[in-house]
């Protein structure tokens, strides 16, 4: 099957950092969306996430796998992150996927990432199935790799310190040894109520299989074990990877609702013609799906449940307000910023509603309301309503506009 590989990013735990991703998808639809969380210090494009994620897609499953915050090609502060904060990142994510119309049915953690989304599930409703690679048992696991009990003391003494993990170093902080250590895995698979498969080495000499037996004694069934025999930690040999999604695929099968039922719109469409922006296409896979490319991102629309649409995106409307709600607050921010006035954070609520039902001639109405944080006078509060007016999109939306529509067959 044809996949394709997107760039994008959203928001971490932080509500600042941007977190770098990648989403690899089947052409032509989906069977369900699975979120990857790789393993400690590790990165999006490790071998293992970058191979399974592939072979997911090629067997028909979108794939988003990302950098925690501090990590790979994401923003923010390594130093500042500890386990927590990396089962928020995950929920960020899956909260990014669900925005797009794509909420995700499946978790893969490997290694702490597995302990991550182990805790992580019972926070994104979607999920229905969590499958764990070479996962420990117990976060605090990890604290072996700080280099031993000197260098602990070390950033017990000084509140952090540097520490070389595979080649690369990084800043261990108190706080993220102070978090791992309160962390009960037992307490997540008692709560998890969804299906767990695990994937384990049994010669995996960084996290040994004895931590898989604890994990499935602790879980609840459903539940299942698979051996990976002669791999590696990293499963740096392609062919266990593929080996991982091919039984993971398979076994997942099993608790999503059919090949279709529960399956996001396709993220992929036509290439924009040369001369448009915008290509909006059906596809094929829901009674009014639909799949939009603008530029180098994918979206999808649909209607509601109530309407016969499966509500796998925003509807039409809800684009439309989008588009000005993001423009005003766009706008606000560049003459913010140019003035140097403090406004704090910037939010748009936006509705839209029929002026009068029984005379279609009288049109509708866009209701918008602003919010700014930063303490603003009266002055500055009047120019930011007459800026917010003067935004690109108001401008179109209230000026005469004219619609050229050409049908080819």
Request: net charge negative; glycine share 10%.
């Amino acid at each position: 099957m044809s996949t394709t590989s997107e760039k994008v990013e959203f928001i971490g735990h932080d509500g600042a950092s941007r977190l770098a991703a990648r989403l690899d998808t089947p052409e032509g639809g989906a069977r369900a969306v699975a979120l990857f969380a790789h393993c400690f210090t590790c990165s999006k494009d490790i071998r293992a996430a970058s191979r399974i994620a592939g072979a997911l897609a090629a067997r028909g499953f979108a794939v988003l796998r990302f950098d925690f915050t501090g990590l790979g090609a994401s923003e923010g502060e390594f130093a500042n992150t500890n386990f927590t904060s990396n089962v928020q990142d995950l929920v960020a994510a899956a909260e990014f996927l669900g925005s797009r119309g794509q909420p995700p049915q499946i978790l893969v953690g490997h290694s702490l990432g597995g302990a991550a989304v182990l805790a992580a599930a019972g926070h994104i409703p979607s999920v229905k199935a969590v499958a764990t690679i070479g996962a420990p048992a117990d976060p605090a696991h990890v604290a072996h790799l700080v280099g031993g009990t000197d260098k602990e003391k070390a950033i017990r003494d000084h509140g952090s310190a540097e520490i070389e993990i595979a080649g690369r170093t990084f800043t261990i902080s108190s706080q993220f040894l102070d978090d791992i250590a309160v962390q009960n895995v037992a307490r997540n698979l008692a709560n998890l109520k969804r299906a767990l498969l695990i994937f384990h080495a049994p010669r995996d000499n960084v996290v040994g299989i004895d931590n898989a037996a604890a994990i499935f004694a602790a879980a609840k069934h459903p539940k299942s074990f698979v051996s990976l025999d002669d791999a590696d930690h990293l499963l740096s040999r392609s062919a266990d990877a593929t080996y991982v999604a091919d039984v993971l695929a398979a076994w997942a099968g099993r608790y999503i609702d059919g090949e279709e039922a529960t399956a996001p719109a396709p993220v992929s469409a036509p290439p924009v013609p040369e001369g448009y922006s915008v290509m909006v296409a059906e596809t094929g896979t829901g009674a009014f799906t639909q799949s939009v490319r603008a530029g180098r991102h994918l979206l999808t629309a649909d209607e509601p449940e109530r309407v016969g649409g499966n509500d796998r995106g925003p509807g039409p409307h809800a684009y439309l307000l989008a588009g000005l709600g993001a423009c005003t607050s766009m706008t606000l921010r560049m003459y913010a910023r140019r003035k140097e006035w403090d406004i704090g954070r910037i939010s748009v609520a936006l509705a839209i509603a029929v002026i009068d039902r029984d005379n279609p001639k009288a049109g509708s109405r866009i209701t918008r309301r602003i919010v700014v944080a930063g303490p603003l006078d009266a002055e500055q509060r009047e120019k930011l309503l007459e800026i917010a007016n003067k935004c690109p999109v108001h401008r179109t939306l209230s000026n005469p506009l004219e619609i050229a529509t050409e049908l080819e067959g």
